[in-house]
């Protein structure tokens, strides 16, 4: 059975402070993608990643980075939180070769005071 | 940017009836539409995806349909059921990037008993 697990399912920050979000893939897909969900605004692609240390920007990078140093695992990091952060983080992931079908995680709903 | 737009953003209808979801996508090049339904508490899980070659595809009680030359693609649920609510998302993928999809706005369903 196919999982994506994210470190945490709810998380309150500060502002100002690094924030450090994993995901973890267990079946061995070479993309991996992170998004955050807005009410009315879908679902926006922050970053993504083909390969391992391999790393595309999506449509709303500013303020964040990820990190792939292993397939399996994908780190998005907030430098430095903002309020305009608060938001649900999802991570994805999928094949290359047919890589159509994005498996999800269950979101990390994130609140930075 | 690409883009792709869904509507309605919320649909109420009585358990039993019909409910259809509408999506346009800008990329006349895109080719590959899938339908994810985000159950509560749960990240999206993909339902349903067709291929521009194709102008209708069927699952049970789903479908979708394609229109090319219009560029919208739409979600019909029959016989709609308690466990249909969710949160729908259409999704169109990029011709310039084999992974990378554009989600819409999402569409909350709820089934009236």
């Known amino acids: 059975d196919v999982k994506v697990t994210q470190s945490s399912r709810y998380l309150v920050k500060r502002t100002g402070e690094k924030v450090f979000l994993e995901c973890v893939q267990d079946?061995?897909?070479?993309?991996m993608f992170w998004y955050r969900q807005d009410p009315g605004l879908g679902l926006r692609l922050i970053y993504f990643?083909?390969?391992?240390?391999?790393?595309e920007k999506g449509d709303i990078p500013e303020g964040y980075s990820v990190s792939r140093e292993k397939k399996e695992r994908f780190s998005l990091i907030l430098e430095s939180a903002s309020t305009n952060q608060t938001s649900m983080y999802l991570c994805a992931s999928s094949f290359s070769g047919n890589g159509e079908t994005q498996y999800f995680g269950p979101g990390t709903r994130l609140l930075v005071l | 940017g690409e883009n792709v737009e869904q509507h309605p953003s919320t649909l109420s209808v009585q358990e039993g009836d019909s409910a259809v979801i509408k999506c346009t996508y800008s990329d006349s090049a895109s080719n590959y539409f899938p339908w994810y339904k985000q159950e509560l508490g749960k990240g999206p899980q993909l339902i349903i995806d067709?291929?521009?070659?194709?102008g209708e595809k069927k699952d049970q009680r789903i479908a979708v349909t394609l229109n090319k030359t219009a560029k919208h693609f739409s979600l019909h649920i029959t016989e709609t059921q308690p466990e249909d609510s969710a949160v729908y998302f259409c999704a169109a993928r990029l011709y310039s990037s084999a992974s990378k999809i554009i989600f819409g706005s999402g569409t909350r369903l709820s089934i009236r008993p």
């Open positions: 990643s083909y390969d391992v240390k391999m790393k």
């Open positions: 067709i291929r521009s070659n194709v």
């Open positions: 079946m061995d897909h070479e993309n």
